[in-house]
């Protein structure tokens, strides 16, 4: 049939499946946004800023597994939709942008709103597209979600020019391609794998994120089981393996568990699942798992061998990978071992202050009251860490963070795009002060569209886990840290149009967290807690995960 090319980009997004799309309208992509006007199948959640279409579009595809959708206009619109895009790439999230541009006889001249969107997002994209031709558009965006969604998940950009949006095409349906997981793994590979693991006697399985990408979480519990080995965890992982497992360690890495930390330098082999050897993991290179030999398992090729020498690897899906080496494994007997990794837990359990209000006490509360079945987004600083360490996660697609680009202002549109996604679960952002007000105008978009999010500000009037650093490494020089101004959060809250409460003592948490989830309606709790309280454990930038230390360890100095 013969369409216009923006009734081809909705045809197509229909083609994919697509339910709902994140976005912000403006002069070039006029004409796409007047196609959506006539295609109800299709939600459109209009954000109050592009970079939030951008991590609702993040939140909705980590929530779902689903590849998310956020569209923007030229130049700036475009342009602010670059830190959802780059975040989704750090956290290989599975995303299609969708800009327009201007059109093509102006393209190159300087042109109002115009920008190389293309250009500026190459090195935070798997791929990215500039569609000059009515023709190549319906196929151009079905390569777009099948890289999106194949191999190694992530963003990909499709820059159209108006005059495209507005030609006249022929247009067939086609049924979308099926999800593609190269793998380039050898029967050696396995065996080599195999071989290492029953040679060993201190097994340790760090577990990442590629763990949840695959829906490997059935066959990592079975290798866990079939090895008798513990597992620690990233924060893109959280919720691949059950916290409440005698297996799991927690996080590991710079504000990872002294269990995790201490047990990994101690291991004799250290089975990596989908994860990539990031600098807040590894710390010390030359002091990491000095004593281990190395097996990798990851989807891309190139997170081989890049930060950590391997002594065993297999490239390809994980799902895959291990129901085959599941197969050709034997169950081991390590308790002795295990009963090792069990007393350090015991020896080093993560506590805090209990006789005041803390973020810790707000996680287990908020734990507690929704039975660990919330979906949890949040920012990025103190609460982050607190919140993947005290809620105890035991689904995957339950924790959703920016952990790779680190972003604040994130929390609030993926935990609209969440809720958008899977409005059967309570979700509930947590952020700090100086997190909420980067995108605290998204408020505006829950209320708009009355999406029941819970948002809860970790207010200690700083930045906290800079002044954290400020404490520990700079004397004390707090520098362009403090947030002690006259912001009143509740105000804003509800001149958003969202219900508010203010916390100040342990008692009156669970009542506000109860009655904003009873109402469902958009709500804001503000938890007013000491700027000083500090995140522990931790491990010094560039220093050995053995060098961990906790609060007592601080004190004593």
Request: proline residues 3%; glycine residues 8%; charged residues 25%.
């Amino acid at each position: 049939m013969l369409l216009s090319g923006s009734e081809i980009v909705v045809e197509c997004l229909k083609e994919q499946g697509v339910d709902t799309v994140f976005g912000y309208p403006g002069g070039t992509i006029l004409n796409v946004y007047d196609a959506l006007y006539k295609h109800s199948e299709i939600k459109h959640i209009l954000t109050s800023h592009e970079q939030g279409a951008s991590h609702a579009a993040d939140g909705y595809a980590r929530a779902t597994g689903k590849v998310g959708v956020c569209m923007a206009t030229s130049g700036p619109g475009a342009t602010n939709l670059v830190t959802g895009i780059a975040t989704a790439y750090m956290d290989s999230v599975p995303m299609v942008a969708i800009t327009a541009n201007v059109v093509l006889p102006w393209l190159g001249k300087d042109t109002f709103q115009e920008v190389d969107i293309a250009g500026v997002t190459m090195p935070i994209t798997k791929h990215g597209y500039i569609v000059k031709d009515v023709t190549t558009l319906a196929d151009t965006i079905r390569k777009a979600f099948k890289i999106a969604k194949s191999g190694r998940p992530g963003p990909v950009l499709v820059d159209i020019t108006k005059d495209v949006t507005a030609a006249m095409c022929e247009y067939e349906a086609m049924k979308p391609s099926e999800v593609e997981r190269i793998s380039k793994y050898t029967e050696q590979d396995i065996d080599s794998i195999v071989e290492l693991i029953n040679a060993s006697k201190k097994p340790f399985i760090y577990l990442g994120g590629g763990a949840i990408a695959s829906g490997a979480t059935k066959e990592v519990k079975e290798f866990a089981d079939l090895i008798d080995a513990p597992v620690c965890d990233t924060l893109m992982a959280k919720g691949a393996f059950d916290a409440y497992s005698d297996r799991y360690t927690g996080m590991i890495g710079m504000h990872g568990t002294k269990a995790s930390n201490l047990g990994v330098h101690e291991c004799d082999l250290l089975i990596a699942l989908g994860a990539r050897f990031s600098d807040r993991v590894v710390g010390n290179v030359a002091k990491f798992a000095q004593g281990a030999k190395v097996i990798h398992i990851d989807i891309d090729a190139a997170e081989i061998n890049k930060n950590i020498r391997t002594d065993a690897s297999a490239v390809g899906d994980l799902k895959e990978i291990l129901t085959l080496v599941n197969f050709k494994l034997e169950k081991q007997d390590h308790s002795e071992w295990m009963n090792k990794i069990i007393d350090l837990k015991k020896k080093f359990p993560l506590d805090y202050d209990r006789s005041k209000l803390t973020c810790p006490f707000v996680i287990e509360e908020i734990d507690r009251v929704t039975e660990g079945k919330a979906i949890i987004t949040t920012d990025v600083g103190q609460h982050q860490m607190w919140a993947s360490q005290y809620y105890k996660y035991t689904e995957p697609r339950t924790f959703l963070s920016s952990g790779g680009l680190g972003t604040m202002g994130y929390g609030i549109g993926a935990c609209i795009g969440a809720k958008v996604g899977r409005p059967e679960k309570i979700c509930i952002n947590i952020g700090g002060d100086g997190c909420f007000r980067m995108n605290m105008n998204e408020l505006a978009t829950a209320s708009r569209f009355d999406i029941p999010i819970i948002q809860v500000v970790i207010n200690n009037h700083v930045l906290g886990m800079v002044r954290q650093w400020q404490t520990l490494f700079y004397e004390g020089r707090y520098s362009q840290t403090i947030l002690n101004d006259k912001v009143d959060y509740q105000l804003v809250a509800k001149g958003l149009g969202c219900d508010a409460y203010k916390v100040t003592t342990k008692e009156e948490f669970a009542p506000a967290l109860e009655a904003a989830i009873k109402n469902n309606r958009p709500a804001m709790i503000e938890c007013v807690i000491h700027e000083d309280d500090k995140v522990f454990p931790m491990v010094p930038g560039g220093s050995a995960l053995s060098d961990v230390f906790d609060e007592k360890d601080y004190l004593k100095k």
